[in-house]
């Protein structure tokens, strides 16, 4: 193989192109990137770059990192689309050909069909982080529509600078989709007692320049209103080049497309749940990296593993470290141990075990799961302690 073009240049096609190098790969490596500039992390944007405003800590690799591997990294263009028939992909007047081609292009922020929403910022880029950090110099009242893990983390670092701060959750509950109603509930307890206004089950329907109007008929007055209500898979190129989607571009248990010459990663992409089945899509740096070794593996080493890694997920709120190991579904029961770490369940297996400031159960989980499934009964049998299994 003579060229790999990665489309997306995040945390996923940047691995991509690392893993590549580190496996030997040796022919040309173009990584094409609709952001200007070196490519970063992003989950510091809602965490402590908001408070220490350091862009060079975010780098994923300095300048010279792309130089002495070879890698073309080709900044502030757009591929606009892909012409499966001759490898080529195009970007304004720029084409590049490939022989195997990786789509890591990610996702963007979900804007929910309601007047004024365009006036609301989002947390998604660099560029998104320098202009909240900057509205975050002078005193704010903040409304943040969607209590997820991103307009969470952001309540929380408003609040402790001393802004005043209301979440706005169009479900009855926070985090809804990720964690139990018990892990919910103390995370609702926190911001609380951080002074936060929690309005659960109470969407924004309208938004104006100075505040946000609800569905219960409140308005939240607000000068600072930010938009965290979920993302949208960019599929759009896959979609063109007549490639399936659904929720994300369909790839098979070792991510690849229908086309053997394109493969897809991160956030972007909807794959077979190894335990599961179901076509999942998951939102993490962890999915993203390990996503891009294995393309790696494939291509350079011709590995026929099936993707089949543990997710995992973090979020930092205030002084609460939260570690979720496995996937879990809304529906799944919870055990809540003692100390707080909470186990979910489906039948009669552990899906995902959820923790907080608890490092070593988070550790325990994940390797556990990655042996083999985790039985309810098994567990309880052994005292809600996953070392003692
Ligand atoms: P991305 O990193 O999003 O990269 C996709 C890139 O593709 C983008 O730069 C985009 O501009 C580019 N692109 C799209 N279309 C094109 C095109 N047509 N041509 C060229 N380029 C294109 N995950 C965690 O696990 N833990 C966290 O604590 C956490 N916190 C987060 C906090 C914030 C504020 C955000 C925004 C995300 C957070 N995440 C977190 C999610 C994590 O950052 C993503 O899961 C990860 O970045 C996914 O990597 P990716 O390569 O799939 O996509």
């Known amino acids: 193989m003579e060229r790999i073009v990665v489309i997306g240049s995040g945390q996923g096609g940047v691995q991509a192109a690392i893993s590549l190098r580190q496996e030997g790969y ?101 560029e998104d982080a320098v202009r909240l950090r900057a509205a975050l110099a002078a005193p704010r009242r903040c409304a943040v529509i969607g209590g997820g893990f991103i307009g969470l983390e952001f309540a929380a670092v408003a609040r402790s600078l001393g802004h005043a701060v209301t979440v706005a959750e169009a479900a009855p509950r926070l985090m809804a989709r990720v964690v139990s109603p018990e892990m919910s509930a103390r995370f609702l307890a926190l911001h609380e007692a951080m002074g936060t206004s929690v309005r659960l089950a109470d969407p924004a329907v309208a938004i104006s320049e100075d505040g946000i109007m609800l569905a219960g008929g409140d308005r939240i007055e607000a000068d600072l209103i930010l938009m965290a209500a979920g993302v949208v898979p960019n599929t759009e190129l896959a979609q063109g080049a007549g490639l399936a989607v659904e929720n994300g571009v369909v790839v098979d248990c070792r991510l690849v497309t229908e086309d053997p010459a394109i493969s897809a990663l991160g956030d972007c992409c909807a794959f077979p749940d190894p335990v599961t089945d179901r076509l999942v899509r998951l939102e993490s740096v962890q999915a993203a990296t390990d996503h891009a070794r294995l393309i790696a593996r494939r291509l350079v080493r011709g590995e026929r593993a099936s993707y089949a890694a543990v997710p995992w997920f973090w979020s930092d709120q205030s002084d609460h470290k939260l570690q979720i190991a496995g996937l879990s579904s809304a529906a799944d029961g919870a055990i809540v141990r003692g100390d707080g770490a909470t186990f979910r369940f489906c039948g009669e297996r552990i899906s995902a075990v959820e923790t907080v400031n608890d490092a070593k159960t988070h550790m325990q989980a994940r390797k556990r799961l990655a042996i083999s499934p985790i039985f309810v009964r098994d567990l309880e049998a052994a005292g809600l302690d996953l070392g003692a299994l």
């Open 26 to 126: 040796t022919g040309k490596l173009t990584v094409i990137g609709a952001e200007s500039g070196l490519p970063y992390q992003r989950p510091p944007l809602s965490k402590a770059f908001l408070k220490s405003g350091d862009a060079d800590a975010l780098r994923l690799r300095p300048a010279a990192f792309y130089e002495k591997n070879n890698i073309d990294l080709v900044d502030g263009t757009r591929v606009e689309w892909i012409d499966r028939a001759n490898r080529v992909v195009h970007a304004g007047a720029s084409a590049f050909g490939y022989d195997h081609l990786i789509l890591a292009t990610g996702t963007r922020n979900l804007r929910p069909p309601i007047p004024g929403a365009e006036l609301a910022l989002d947390l998604r880029t660099l």
